[in-house]
């Protein structure tokens, strides 16, 4: 049972989504002419018609598929979905004298979608259509200066619309709306972590069955590794995880890893392959070049651990909601990240895929890993790329350089956490670059390598922002990566923002 939400191209769709589910409901975004078939399969005891940028009278209007308004549910339209939803029962639809934009303060508002609240009612507008005459058995609860019609209900029949956008922040008493509606809806809420985590094992072991036996490649982050503890927790040592170390880790970070998955009962196989990765990366200073060995040499090594340690009838991956939103292109145009944390591996391997994950959000995963006890050092980890510290090295990778990154980064991380400066930064880390520079040290001229340092703080890792760390904290990290790595002379700390520059440095 869930909430169907289609999507008309509102980029506030997700939104909708992650209100409901922080109200405890599951809910599910479909493509706005998904099939009456395809909205059934999903058991709907309510959907909600998106916004979106078209205009109900345009030829080619995106409009819900035959029959989905019949159903014996209630539906909210909220701006756009509130349009095509009067317009389909009658009303009608212009172009509104003002296009309303920003925040709005309703006048009198009332009506089942406002049950129990009080008081001043700001909502977010983004319209430059309006209805202007409403459909028989619609009533208008709610009006603002501009826009008469704010938000219609037809009781009986249990459809609802709201010409504002009830799911974005600036709506603050939105999440009281969406939850009045659940309870429309008669919705669930049990959308818990543990009501989670007890379906999400079922699932595995309905896939899997008694005698499966699933492979899974751990990178480290926090995906892949409470994916292990929920597959352990599922079928036991008929799991099997693989973290290849290729060598361009972090200090300890396998053991790290080792350490925490193992007591949780997870059948770990670590690899150090170093030998393999860093013989092939010899010389190589193209970043691009890096990166292709790296993933090339990635998948040759995944691939021997599972014939090794199989066979194998299942690959699990930790894809995630995000990953997987049918786009609003239409069904089928499911846009998969395919593969993303083994690092690309080939499709013909020929294992079926476990993707428990697939219908959650990251920081669902997050208190499910808190749940399932993953140690907070690794749950609240920041970002780190597939290929490792071989792209923080510039220029040609060799174990001497990676040892001195390695104790520079070391240096940098365990002094935001010391400082209590680490879970406010999305991530940071430590370039090594080939530029020597003139130093001196006691009454000697050194001549060693040039480290930059870098913290960014971000949503997603699209854009960032160079995070302003204190003075003090960078003086003492300065100090101690010069004073503890002899390797250094000098220590800069990087204040460009992505864009213009990315992330990482290669
Ligand atoms: P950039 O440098 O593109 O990084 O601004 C954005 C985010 O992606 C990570 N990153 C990678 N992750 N393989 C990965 O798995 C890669 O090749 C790769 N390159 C960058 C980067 O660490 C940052 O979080």
Redesign the pocket.
């Given at each position: 049972m869930s909430l169907v939400i289609l999507d008309f191209g509102s980029q506030y769709t997700r939104l909708i989504t992650r209100r409901f589910r922080e109200l405890g409901a599951y809910s599910v975004i479909l493509p706005g002419n998904a099939s009456l078939e395809r909205i059934q399969r999903e058991n709907p005891v309510g959907i909600v018609l998106s916004g979106g940028p078209s205009s109900v009278y345009d030829a080619g209007a995106p409009r819900p598929a035959d029959g989905v308004l019949d159903l014996d549910v209630p539906v909210l339209g909220i701006c756009y979905g509130m349009q095509y939803l009067a317009q389909h029962a009658g009303g009608r639809v212009e172009r509104a004298g003002k296009r309303e934009y920003g925040k709005a303060e309703l006048g009198e508002y009332g009506g089942a979608l406002f049950e129990g609240i009080s008081g001043e009612f700001v909502a977010w507008m983004s319209h430059s259509d309006s209805v202007t005459d409403l459909p028989p058995g619609y009533e208008v609860v709610a009006t603002t200066t501009d826009t008469p019609v704010t938000a219609i209900e037809h009781r009986e029949r249990r459809r609802y619309g709201v010409q504002f956008h009830p799911e974005v922040v600036h709506t603050p008493k939105g999440g009281q709306l969406l939850a009045n509606f659940l309870d429309l809806c008669g919705a669930a809420r049990d959308w818990t972590p543990q009501h989670i985590v007890d379906e999400l094992t079922q699932g595995v072991r309905d896939q899997v069955g008694e005698e499966g036996r699933v492979l899974l490649g751990i990178s480290g982050g926090v995906d892949s590794s409470t994916l292990a503890l929920l597959l352990a927790r599922a079928i036991g040592d008929r799991l099997t995880a693989v973290f290849i170390d290729h060598g361009l880790l972090r200090l300890g970070e396998r053991e790290q890893v080792e350490h925490a998955l193992r007591p949780l009962g997870v059948n770990l196989v670590t690899v150090d392959a170093s030998d393999v990765f860093l013989e092939h990366l010899a010389g190589v200073s193209d970043p691009e070049t890096k990166?292709k060995i790296i993933g090339r040499e990635f998948i040759r090594a995944f691939e021997r651990e599972a014939r090794t340690h199989g066979p194998f009838e299942f690959l699990a991956q930790g894809t995630l909601y995000p990953d997987v939103i049918e786009s609003a292109g239409g069904e089928g145009a499911a846009n998969i990240k395919s593969h993303h944390n083994v690092g690309g591996l080939p499709e013909d391997l020929g294992f079926k895929l476990v993707e428990p994950f697939r219908t959650l959000f990251k920081d669902e995963v997050r208190e499910i890993a808190q749940l399932l006890g993953l140690p907070d050092e690794i749950r609240t980890r920041h970002?780190?790329?597939?290929?490792g510290l071989a792209?923080r090295i510039l220029g040609d990778v060799t174990r001497e350089k990676l040892d001195v990154l390695r104790r520079v980064d070391d240096i940098f991380i365990s002094g935001l956490r010391e400082f209590g400066l680490y879970d406010q930064t999305w991530?940071a880390l430590a370039v090594l670059t080939p530029i020597q520079s003139v130093g001196v040290m006691g009454d000697e001229r050194t001549y060693r390598h040039l480290v930059a340092l870098r913290a960014v703080s971000s949503i997603d890792?699209m854009t960032a922002e160079w995070t302003r760390l204190p003075y003090e904290f960078l003086d003492t990290v300065s100090l101690r990566i010069v004073n503890h790595v002899h390797e250094v002379s000098r220590v800069v700390y990087d204040i460009t923002g992505?864009p213009p520059a990315?992330?990482?440095w290669e």
């Amino acid at each position: 049972m869930s909430l169907v939400i289609l999507d008309f191209g509102s980029q506030y769709t997700r939104l909708i989504t992650r209100r409901f589910r922080e109200l405890g409901a599951y809910s599910v975004i479909l493509p706005g002419n998904a099939s009456l078939e395809r909205i059934q399969r999903e058991n709907p005891v309510g959907i909600v018609l998106s916004g979106g940028p078209s205009s109900v009278y345009d030829a080619g209007a995106p409009r819900p598929a035959d029959g989905v308004l019949d159903l014996d549910v209630p539906v909210l339209g909220i701006c756009y979905g509130m349009q095509y939803l009067a317009q389909h029962a009658g009303g009608r639809v212009e172009r509104a004298g003002k296009r309303e934009y920003g925040k709005a303060e309703l006048g009198e508002y009332g009506g089942a979608l406002f049950e129990g609240i009080s008081g001043e009612f700001v909502a977010w507008m983004s319209h430059s259509d309006s209805v202007t005459d409403l459909p028989p058995g619609y009533e208008v609860v709610a009006t603002t200066t501009d826009t008469p019609v704010t938000a219609i209900e037809h009781r009986e029949r249990r459809r609802y619309g709201v010409q504002f956008h009830p799911e974005v922040v600036h709506t603050p008493k939105g999440g009281q709306l969406l939850a009045n509606f659940l309870d429309l809806c008669g919705a669930a809420r049990d959308w818990t972590p543990q009501h989670i985590v007890d379906e999400l094992t079922q699932g595995v072991r309905d896939q899997v069955g008694e005698e499966g036996r699933v492979l899974l490649g751990i990178s480290g982050g926090v995906d892949s590794s409470t994916l292990a503890l929920l597959l352990a927790r599922a079928i036991g040592d008929r799991l099997t995880a693989v973290f290849i170390d290729h060598g361009l880790l972090r200090l300890g970070e396998r053991e790290q890893v080792e350490h925490a998955l193992r007591p949780l009962g997870v059948n770990l196989v670590t690899v150090d392959a170093s030998d393999v990765f860093l013989e092939h990366l010899a010389g190589v200073s193209d970043p691009e070049t890096k990166r292709k060995i790296i993933g090339r040499e990635f998948i040759r090594a995944f691939e021997r651990e599972a014939r090794t340690h199989g066979p194998f009838e299942f690959l699990a991956q930790g894809t995630l909601y995000p990953d997987v939103i049918e786009s609003a292109g239409g069904e089928g145009a499911a846009n998969i990240k395919s593969h993303h944390n083994v690092g690309g591996l080939p499709e013909d391997l020929g294992f079926k895929l476990v993707e428990p994950f697939r219908t959650l959000f990251k920081d669902e995963v997050r208190e499910i890993a808190q749940l399932l006890g993953l140690p907070d050092e690794i749950r609240t980890r920041h970002p780190f790329p597939g290929p490792g510290l071989a792209i923080r090295i510039l220029g040609d990778v060799t174990r001497e350089k990676l040892d001195v990154l390695r104790r520079v980064d070391d240096i940098f991380i365990s002094g935001l956490r010391e400082f209590g400066l680490y879970d406010q930064t999305w991530q940071a880390l430590a370039v090594l670059t080939p530029i020597q520079s003139v130093g001196v040290m006691g009454d000697e001229r050194t001549y060693r390598h040039l480290v930059a340092l870098r913290a960014v703080s971000s949503i997603d890792g699209m854009t960032a922002e160079w995070t302003r760390l204190p003075y003090e904290f960078l003086d003492t990290v300065s100090l101690r990566i010069v004073n503890h790595v002899h390797e250094v002379s000098r220590v800069v700390y990087d204040i460009t923002g992505k864009p213009p520059a990315t992330i990482e440095w290669e």
